[in-house]
């Protein structure tokens, strides 16, 4: 069974501090991966996507995620990120029948102003 | 479009009670989902629907039904709410193509808060 591993469950940054969030999964087919976004109280948002082609995915409000397929990697990055950002952050892997999504468990991340 | 749509927001059910919580989508998706969510465990699959009248169990489906008679509606049905189904339940849809076609980025609904005492 396909699995999504997310390595910090909480980060805090500082307003301008550089982002990376770590996401591998396991699975040794084709893959297309995604980063969702759950600002507090809010449902999930798309964040970006990946399917084919460019393994450098920019996404919208800044992030961008880089597909590492020797790696089983798909690591979400925003060079300076703002108050804005606080957020919990999704990474999912789709390779099955059915689109079904599997979703890492989430990484909170709290910017302070 | 509204998207996809879920009601009701909140909902305190007593053990041993039954729900059926809605969810609608205006975007002609063929694909739809329940995902249930939990502090610290991510979304997990509940049920999936690949087309009205085909539905498939997900990650976990023990206590909970589902049916897709249109295009449009995916309920999800709590027959004997137990402590364990406390969560906070998301809908979404997709297109897809069909099998190994998939790829087509899922929406969310607003979600429902359910709590069972």
């Known amino acids: 069974a396909q699995s999504v591993s997310q390595h910090n469950h909480h980060v805090i940054l500082s307003e301008a501090a550089s982002l990376e969030l770590g996401c591998n999964y396991s699975y040794g087919g084709t893959v297309n991966l995604f980063w969702y976004v759950q600002y507090p109280g809010q449902h999930l948002q798309l964040l970006l996507k990946y399917f084919s082609g460019d393994p450098l995915v920019k996404g919208i409000k800044g992030f961008e995620a880089e597909f590492i397929k020797s790696k089983f990697s798909f690591n979400l990055r925003k060079p300076s990120v703002q108050w804005s950002d606080t957020a919990e952050y999704f990474c999912?892997?789709?390779?099955?029948?059915?689109?079904?999504?599997?979703f890492g468990a989430g990484t909170i991340l709290r910017v302070k102003s | 479009n509204a998207g996809v749509t879920q009601t009701p927001k909140f909902r305190i059910l007593k053990i041993g009670q039954s729900m059926t919580l809605q969810c609608t989508q205006d975007m002609n998706h063929n694909y739809m989902y329940w995902y249930r969510q939990d502090p610290g465990m991510g979304l997990k699959l509940i049920y999936y629907?690949?087309?009205?009248?085909?539905?498939d169990k997900g990650e976990v489906p023990n206590g909970y039904n589902v049916s897709r008679s249109t295009t449009e509606d995916f309920p999800l049905r709590l027959e004997l709410a137990a402590p364990s189904q406390t969560s906070v339940y998301f809908c979404a849809s997709s297109y897809s193509r069909g099998p190994g076609q998939g790829g087509y980025e899922q929406y969310f609904g607003p979600g429902t808060r359910l709590t069972v005492t």
């Open positions: 629907s690949v087309g009205a009248g085909i539905t």
């Open positions: 999912a892997v789709n390779a099955e029948y059915g689109n079904k999504l599997v």
